[in-house]
C-alpha cells in the first residue's frame, strides 16, 4: 500500500505561510488533509476553534502529557506570558488514507520525522525578504482588535535566530520558496508537492 505524506510547512513570520497553506488547501488536485495545530494562546480575531488552530488551556495540554499523545511541542515566552504550541496524535492522522499538511517549525520538522519516519515528511520552506514580512506583519498586527506590536518585534526578531541559515542546514533544508510572487510560489510548489504524492 502506498502511504500518503506529511507536508511540513515552515517560514519566519510574516512569511505568507497561512495564505499559501489556505491556496494548497483549496486545490483539490492536491486534496491535502490539514492536520490543525494545538495552542494555548489566545484565539485572534477572525480565528475560529478547530480551523487554524485547536485552542486549549494548560490544563487540557497536560491531560494530553500524561497521555503521551504529544508528538511535538514548542513553548515561546511571550510579552503576555507563555504560550504553547503543538502537534498531537488525537487519532486524526492517517497516513494509509491520505497526504496531510501543517504550518509548523524546524523542530516541529524534525519532531515529525522521529514520529512518523523520515521518508514521510516533506519541508516546505517559504522565505521572503526581512523588510517585506515585517511590513506584512505589521498590517496583520494593525487588524487585531488589540494590536500587539511588542509581541510582533519580539517573534521577528526571534525568528532570525529559530531560521539561522545554520539551522536550516542542520535540518538539510535545501529547497527555498520565495513568496515575493505569490501565483508563482504556488505554482512552484504545487508542481513539487504533486511530485511527491505521486511517487
Not at 119 to 146: C, F, M, N, W
Not at 148 to 165: G, K, Q, S
Not at 172 to 191: G, T
Request: charged share 35%.
Amino acid at each position: 500500500m502506498i502511504m500518503g505524506k506529511l507536508f511540513c510547512l515552515m517560514g519566519k513570520s510574516g512569511a505568507g505561510k497561512d495564505t499559501i497553506l489556505k491556496r494548497l488547501l483549496a486545490d483539490r488536485e492536491l486534496n491535502l488533509i490539514p492536520v490543525i495545530p494545538y495552542t494555548t494562546r489566545p484565539k485572534r480575531s477572525r480565528e475560529a476553534d478547530g480551523v487554524e488552530y485547536h485552542f486549549i488551556d494548560e490544563a487540557a495540554l497536560q491531560q494530553y502529557e500524561r497521555a503521551g499523545a504529544i508528538i511535538e511541542k514548542r513553548a515561546y515566552k511571550t510579552v503576555n506570558g507563555v504560550w504553547y504550541y503543538c502537534t498531537i496524535d488525537d487519532g486524526r492522522i492517517d497516513l494509509h488514507s491520505g497526504n496531510y499538511i501543517l504550518i509548523g517549525t524546524l523542530e516541529t520538522y524534525q519532531k515529525l520525522k522521529d514520529f512518523f519516519g523520515e521518508d514521510k515528511i516533506v519541508p516546505i520552506y517559504i522565505t521572503v525578504d526581512d523588510g517585506v514580512r515585517l511590513e506584512r506583519a505589521l498590517h496583520r498586527e494593525k487588524q487585531q482588535l488589540k494590536p500587539n506590536y511588542e509581541e510582533l518585534c519580539r517573534r521577528f526578531l526571534a525568528d532570525n535566530i529559530d531560521y539561522h541559515e545554520d539551522r536550516l542546514k542542520a535540518c538539510q533544508i535545501k529547497k527555498r520558496y520565495v513568496n515575493l510572487d505569490l501565483e508563482k510560489c504556488l505554482s512552484e510548489i504545487k508542481h513539487d508537492l504533486l511530485k511527491e504524492i505521486k511517487g
